[in-house]
């Protein structure tokens, strides 16, 4: 056996990254992790000048660029206006990571986005299908909800005191273990789509929404009511769950609360 210590692991080589949807809620933690790690990284947001529907400033911001992660959003469940949105800025991203020779783009994706009929998710499919028939090498991460969804959902349909919620079953997942392993992705070579990536332990969305309502102070009842149709099955029977071949993050539900209390 040889006495020679074991080598410490190597940082990568500092890459310029571009974040498309660099100040959301994924993205922010993107641009924070890349930056730390010595990574030069390029904002694209309508904040920092470039617009991704109608291309502006787009070309100018991938000067030099080596990677691309795309988590830009948009907030339409309307099926047209997510494919609309997914549709036109993957197009966009592509042309100009073609034109000016990016070598990888990375996409984030969805858990169940093809088991389940949901307006926002055939944006999401239409942009999975661009990604992999692009000439520019590519990755796709599949993450699950964020804690963060808690909160969005809390809001999105009410009657008076009532917050109504889908029945779901979830496995959030912390935006910040999803932006660590998409530097991880975009830093390695471009791989296709990689193992997904879920939360440490399955939750009832009502149970969440409870939850965050409770520790952020939030008035009202927070009800559950199942969804009619293909939409609300897939959303009860696990349709949006991992299955056994995914990764996991470790921060739980409960322990994201307490960062946001
Ligand atoms: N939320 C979840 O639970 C979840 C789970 C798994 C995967 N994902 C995926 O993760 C990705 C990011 O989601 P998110 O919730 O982090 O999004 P988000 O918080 O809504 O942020 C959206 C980002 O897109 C940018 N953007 C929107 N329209 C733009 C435009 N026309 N031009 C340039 N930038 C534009 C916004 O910046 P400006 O407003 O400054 O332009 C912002 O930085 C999405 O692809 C989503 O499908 C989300």
Do not use: C
């Amino acid at each position: 056996m040889s006495n020679e210590p074991t080598p410490s692991p190597q940082p990568d080589p500092p890459a310029r990254i571009a974040v498309a949807g660099g100040t959301g809620t994924v993205g922010r933690h993107v641009v924070e992790i890349a930056r730390r790690r010595g990574h030069d990284v390029v904002v694209l947001s309508r904040t920092t000048g470039v617009d991704l529907v109608a291309g502006t400033g787009l070309e100018e911001a991938l000067h030099g660029v080596q990677v691309v992660v795309d988590v830009s959003s948009q907030v339409s469940q309307k099926s047209s206006e997510s494919r609309d949105f997914f549709g036109t800025v993957t197009r966009n991203l592509l042309a100009a990571e073609a034109g000016a020779g990016v070598g990888h783009h990375v996409a984030l994706s969805i858990v169940g986005i093809d088991r389940a009929p949901h307006g926002y998710y055939a944006g999401k499919v239409l942009q999975e299908e661009l990604v992999r028939a692009s000439e520019v090498p590519w990755s796709i991460l599949r993450a699950t909800q964020f804690h963060e969804f808690a909160s969005q959902i809390h809001g999105a349909v009410t009657l008076g005191p009532l917050h109504v919620v889908p029945r779901m079953l979830s496995e959030p997942v912390a935006a910040a273990e999803v932006a660590d392993r998409l530097v991880d992705v975009a830093t390695a070579p471009a791989a296709g789509r990689v193992r997904d990536l879920g939360g440490p332990r399955r939750e009832r969305m009502v149970d969440m929404v409870r939850r965050w309502a409770s520790a952020t102070g939030r008035p009202g009842r927070v009800v559950a009511v199942p969804l009619p149709g293909a939409l609300g099955r897939a959303m009860r029977d696990g349709s949006l769950v991992t299955g056994a071949d995914a990764d996991h993050g470790t921060t739980t539900f409960d322990q994201w609360l307490e960062t946001v209390r």
